[in-house]
């Protein structure tokens, strides 16, 4: 089964939630991809000093739960998407629509450890506020955007995205270079990365990663202008064919002035 690339196969996003995010018995990632990485964005954004008016996430799939401690921290979020069924898909629970992915284990994972299990339903609406909107978005436009011009971003969320897009090295620098220029001087970036990684699947669908370990991913963020403020790097704990990671790196930093 050959390999595809993440944003040009329009893989089934309900199918990815189900193998990579859900409260499934059978979902193998909880404590890599939903513990572990929450745990690290709380208390990155309690210390207080990454906030502003606008967050951009830029993640791989119709993921949110890398955003539910942003949203307390951050007036508006714009997600940037690369295909027409992740945007249906994080929609359909941005509108409560009807047969939406249910995110209620992600919220569990925000409001228990405050002991305020009572407000699930206020921190969802908080979440649901504050993504103002999902656009799509073209990575081989100068404006990933266009026709729409964001104002610079004083964050940016980069979740499981960049390994996913890139064909090689040179391509990850070049993207880290163009997402770089969506934020402000000064503005945070925070990174969430699987290492190690050379496939992933969905489904039937075999989808390729680029591989990376942490010494290049330190090397390209500084290549690309990022001064790095927090690294932590956790070993893989899950067992499953389904993707073949080693360890999940979370790094934050800032742009340089």
């Not at 990579?20 to 745990?39: C, G, Q, R, V």
Request: glycine content about 6%; aromatic content about 10%.
């Amino acid at each position: 089964m050959d390999s595809k690339n993440y944003h040009e196969c329009g893989f089934d996003s309900r199918q990815f939630l189900e193998h990579y995010a859900s409260d499934s018995p059978d979902m193998a990632f909880e404590e890599d991809f939903l513990i572990s990485p929450i745990e690290s964005l709380r208390k990155t954004f309690i210390q207080g000093h990454i906030n502003g008016d606008f967050l951009i996430d830029l993640s791989v799939g119709p993921l949110v739960h890398q955003l539910f401690a942003a949203c307390e921290f951050f007036k508006h979020i714009i997600v940037l998407k690369f295909t027409d069924r992740c945007i249906m898909e994080l929609k359909r629970w941005v509108d409560e629509r009807t047969g939406a992915f249910h995110w209620g284990h992600v919220t569990k994972l925000h409001v228990d450890k405050e002991e305020e299990s009572d407000k699930l339903q206020e921190k969802e609406e908080k979440m649901r506020s504050a993504l103002q909107h999902v656009v799509k978005c073209d990575l081989e436009k100068e404006n990933m955007m266009d026709p729409i011009v964001l104002p610079p971003a004083d964050c940016i969320i980069c979740g499981w995205l960049l390994n996913n897009i890139s064909k090689n090295q040179d391509d990850y620098i070049r993207y880290l270079r163009k997402f770089s220029k969506l934020l402000k001087p000064g503005g945070h970036f925070i990174l969430l990365e699987c290492l190690g990684t050379t496939y992933y699947t969905v489904g039937r669908e075999k989808l390729f990663i680029l591989i990376c370990d942490e010494d290049f991913i330190r090397k390209a963020l500084v290549e690309a202008g990022f001064v790095i403020d927090r690294c932590e790097v956790k070993k893989r704990t899950s067992e499953s064919d389904l993707i073949d990671y080693k360890a999940i790196i979370f790094i934050a930093g800032h742009k340089e002035n």
